[in-house]
């Protein structure tokens, strides 16, 4: 029991890092952005408050929108990544940031995409209750009643929107991650289960040949 605990909460710190490392490279790459970091940058023009911090507090307000709505999706790796996400965005931004290889890059745009995608579907398999981000996109897709891909998408484009209003910019990698980012988190996903399941049913003939 202990175990199996311990191995979902690696999944969770994990996968939350690599969104935090994922989201960096994006802001860094400057191809355009995801969409909370469009938000974000957009907030930042009216605010001295930096990019991790408001990271940060964005969760926590999604967070507790997602409460408000459907309080059973939530747990502890929710916390975890709410508080994570940020403080990796504030630990590392100095370090990529005075990297030239990967500024102004659309190749390193699209790294950060997959590396968020992938941090996002291995913290959702630990299970441990979903991201602020992820708790919101569950929510709509039982509120319109659309798929996990659908549901997304309709958010990225309503937090996206409201970042460019704010003044935040519109790139490739904005569409991108309209678009795109859904998709990615939904195969990353689905292959995560396969690769679990496939190692279960093996560990299940290596007990039965003993």
């Given at each position: 029991?202990?175990?199996?605990?311990?191995?979902?909460?690696?999944?969770?710190?994990?996968?939350?890092?690599?969104?935090?490392?994922?989201?960096?490279?994006?802001?860094?790459?400057?191809?355009?952005?995801?969409?909370?970091?469009?938000?974000?940058?957009g907030l930042m023009k009216h605010t001295a408050i930096p990019f991790g911090r408001w990271s940060?507090?964005?969760?926590?307000?999604?967070?507790?929108?997602?409460?408000?709505?459907?309080?059973?999706?939530?747990?502890?790796?929710?916390?975890?990544?709410?508080?994570?996400?940020?403080?990796?965005?504030?630990?590392?931004?100095?370090?990529?940031?005075?990297?030239?290889?990967?500024?102004?890059?659309?190749g390193n745009s699209f790294l950060g995409f997959c590396l968020m995608a992938l941090g996002t579907?291995?913290?959702?398999?630990?299970?441990?209750?979903?991201?602020?981000?992820?708790?919101?996109?569950?929510?709509?897709?039982?509120?319109?009643?659309?798929?996990?891909?659908?549901?997304?998408?309709?958010?990225?484009?309503?937090?996206?929107?409201?970042?460019?209003?704010?003044?935040?910019?519109?790139?490739?990698?904005?569409?991108?991650?309209?678009?795109?980012?859904?998709?990615?988190?939904?195969?990353?996903?689905?292959?995560?289960?396969?690769?679990?399941?496939?190692?279960?049913?093996?560990?299940?003939?290596?007990?039965?040949?003993?």
């Amino acid at each position: 029991m202990t175990k199996n605990f311990l191995s979902r909460l690696f999944l969770v710190v994990f996968g939350t890092i690599l969104m935090g490392l994922g989201i960096e490279i994006i802001v860094v790459a400057n191809q355009g952005f995801d969409s909370v970091s469009t938000l974000i940058l957009g907030l930042m023009k009216h605010t001295a408050i930096p990019f991790g911090r408001w990271s940060q507090l964005i969760s926590f307000l999604f967070l507790l929108m997602t409460f408000l709505y459907n309080r059973r999706i939530l747990g502890i790796g929710s916390l975890i990544n709410t508080f994570l996400v940020g403080e990796t965005i504030n630990r590392t931004a100095d370090v990529f940031q005075s990297i030239e290889f990967f500024q102004n890059s659309m190749g390193n745009s699209f790294l950060g995409f997959c590396l968020m995608a992938l941090g996002t579907a291995i913290y959702l398999t630990g299970g441990l209750g979903s991201g602020p981000l992820e708790g919101m996109m569950f929510c709509v897709c039982d509120r319109l009643q659309v798929s996990l891909q659908k549901g997304r998408i309709i958010l990225d484009f309503i937090i996206v929107v409201s970042g460019i209003l704010l003044g935040g910019t519109f790139g490739v990698g904005t569409l991108f991650a309209i678009i795109l980012l859904g998709p990615m988190i939904q195969l990353y996903v689905s292959l995560l289960k396969r690769i679990s399941l496939n190692a279960l049913t093996l560990r299940g003939k290596e007990n039965f040949s003993k």
